[in-house]
């Protein structure tokens, strides 16, 4: 067994552990072809990137170290005993090789995907070539089981009112900041708005960064829950909440290979929104030669899509 240790490495969305090169409990030749790991604690696992550390100052021999990110997830004070042993690839990768063979994925196989990218059992390559096929062809239903598989996992937040407000900007434009307008007005005429926003995508700063300049916005949904009850409005950083966190991890792949279809967007946007609760919900859609939809058409497409899966997820919901 290995004791716990946390380690200051910020390998965000990634789960980091660390392992010394001069390991006494383990041979870190064993892990250095596949690094992805299982680190355990009695019934307590957690899936992991493993780096092999040459200098003893950063982790000792007897010891297993945790980055932020990983520390937090897994739960467990420093000093505890865990283990390791290789992690077994996800099954569902099966699905992944199906759809780049160009089939159409059932709704079970997309729940097993993102299960499994929301659980870090996927590493960047994987992601990325289950995007980059979802990009080349995504079904209607698919789209529609992405959305509801990506809204199930994570935190789901339930507010107690008849109408739940929210609204959402699709991006691409630098400075666009009308959520720091619309989420005081709308609370101040009574309505609760959860409103999650995200960080830095295409410009220095997101709605989140900017908020941050006022008030903290890394809150858990506890604490964003007794804020929207003082207050009915708050705008906090959606990755703190855990709320759609597979979004999360697809959106850190995206970015780099700059993907960004339609279909992949509405899922991410309102898998977000289902899991924030909200019931109506306001798309702020951009049109013009510099925003990410160049024409009137595109934008109409798009509104059409945004409808089509709110209406039949409110079908659902019943």
Same mark, same amino acid.
């Given at each position: 067994m290995? #004791?716990? %240790?946390?380690i200051g490495l910020d390998s965000y969305p990634e789960n980091m552990a660390v392992l010394s090169a001069g390991c006494r409990v383990y041979r870190a030749e064993e892990f250095r072809a596949l690094r992805k790991i299982e680190v355990s604690c009695g019934p307590q696992q957690i899936l992991a990137t493993l780096m092999i550390a040459e200098d003893n100052g950063l982790v000792e021999? $007897?010891?297993? =170290?945790?980055g932020k990110q990983a520390f937090r997830r897994f739960g467990q004070p420093e000093g505890s005993l865990v283990s390791i042993a290789q992690a077994t690839p996800p099954r569902s990768l099966d699905a992944v090789r199906a759809k780049i063979k160009g089939r159409t994925l059932s709704t079970d196989q997309i729940d097993a995907i !993102? %299960? $499994? !990218?929301a659980a870090h059992r996927y590493s960047p390559m994987e992601i990325t070539a289950f995007l980059i096929s979802s990009a080349s062809f995504l079904t209607t239903d698919e789209m529609m089981s992405l959305t509801r598989a990506m809204s199930k996992v994570g935190n789901r937040l339930h507010w107690d009112r008849p109408v739940v407000p929210d609204k959402h900007c699709i991006g691409g434009i630098p400075g666009n900041r009308t959520s720091m307008i619309v989420v005081p007005i709308? =609370? =101040?005429?009574?309505? @609760?708005? @959860? #409103?999650? *926003? *995200? %960080?830095?995508?295409? *410009? @220095? =700063?997101g709605t989140a960064d900017t908020m941050e300049v006022l008030a903290n916005v890394d809150l858990t949904a506890d604490a964003m829950r007794r804020v929207v009850e003082a207050e009915n409005g708050c705008i906090v950083w959606g990755g703190h909440v855990n709320l759609s966190p597979a979004d999360d991890v697809l959106i850190s792949v995206e970015r780099p290979l700059s993907i960004d279809t339609r279909e992949q967007m509405v899922a991410s946007i309102l898998s977000k929104k289902i899991a924030a609760g909200s019931t109506h919900l306001v798309i702020d859609i951009p049109v013009g030669p510099t925003a990410k939809v160049r024409t009137q058409d595109e934008a109409i497409r798009l509104r059409k899509m945004f409808e089509y899966v709110g209406a039949q997820q409110q079908k659902k919901e019943g």
């Open positions: 290995l #004791k716990l %240790r946390r021999p $007897d010891e297993l =170290a945790l !993102i %299960r $499994d !990218i709308v =609370a =101040a005429h009574g309505l @609760p708005i @959860p #409103k999650t *926003s *995200s %960080r830095a995508i295409t *410009s @220095p =700063a």
